[in-house]
T-cell receptor, first 114, second 111 residues
Framework: DAGITQSPRYKITETGRQVTLMCHQT?????MFWYRQDLGHGLRLIYY???????DKGEVPDGYVVSRSKTENFPLTLESATRSQTSVYFC?????????????FGSGTQLSVL | LAKTTQPISMDSYEGQEVNITCSHN???????ITWYQQFPSQGPRFIIQ???TKVTNEVASLFIPADRKSSTLSLPRVSLSDTAVYYC????????????FGPGTRLSVLP
């Protein structure tokens, strides 16, 4: 089915390890986004991408790396995970970055850094 | 960045109408106002969008006054399943930043 999928759904890792969260969308949307949501808090934008090979920082980019070699994929890498990066991570996409666009979200990845 | 302000939380009872107001004093001429709903353990989902006056769909209504400095999301006859966090988004100075979420309003519907 078409949509936006994230993997893995749950991930446990240790401090200092590298971990990559995957996001794949089948709509050929230009824009893709990564958010984190800490328990009881709102969503914070980490990085976004306007197209393949174009990425930009959001509100909280430190400690994260993104890439977008293909339109449909937007992986998020924690190069050296820290406990403060324990969170739920949501990927989203939209056709463009205009204010009348709708965001479509994945189901999220719950990451625990021990 | 057109910052938004919403109440942090609201309580309601089943069957009541709920109105959540979002303030966006610095909204730009070409900005739309979009509301999302987020249930626990799920990503947000779009519920309604408007530019001016009133918009209604099968889920909610959105009221926007002429000056567009605020908007009100109206949920008719809420049920327990409407318990969620509701986010109001408006535009920003550049694409990508148009999708910065605020803390949202946590609506609790009580039996």
């Amino acid at each position: 089915d078409a949509g936006i999928t994230q993997s893995p759904r749950y991930k446990i890792t240790e401090t200092g390890r590298q971990v990559t969260l995957m996001c794949h969308q089948t709509w050929s949307h230009s824009y893709m986004f990564w958010y984190r949501q800490d328990l009881g808090h709102g969503l914070r934008l980490i990085y976004y991408s306007a197209a393949a090979d174009i990425t930009d920082k959001g509100e909280v980019p430190d400690g994260y790396v993104v890439s977008r070699s293909k339109t449909e994929n937007f992986p998020l890498t924690l190069e050296s995970a820290t406990r403060s990066q324990t969170s739920v991570y949501f990927c989203a996409s939209s056709e463009s970055g205009a204010t009348n666009e709708k965001l479509f979200f994945g189901s999220g990845t719950q990451l625990s850094v021990l | 960045l057109a910052k938004t302000t919403q109440p942090i939380s609201m309580d309601s009872y089943e069957g009541q109408e709920v109105n959540i107001t979002c303030s966006h004093n610095n909204i730009a001429t070409n900005d739309y106002i979009t509301w999302y709903q987020q249930f626990p353990s799920q990503g947000p989902r779009f519920i309604i969008q408007g530019y001016k006056t009133k918009v209604t769909n099968e889920v909610a209504s959105l009221f926007i006054p002429a000056d567009r400095k605020s908007s009100t999301l109206s949920l008719p006859r809420v049920s327990l399943s409407d318990t969620a966090v509701y986010y109001c988004l408006v535009g920003a100075d550049n694409y990508g930043q148009n999708f910065v979420f605020g803390p949202g309003t946590r609506l609790s519907v009580l039996p």
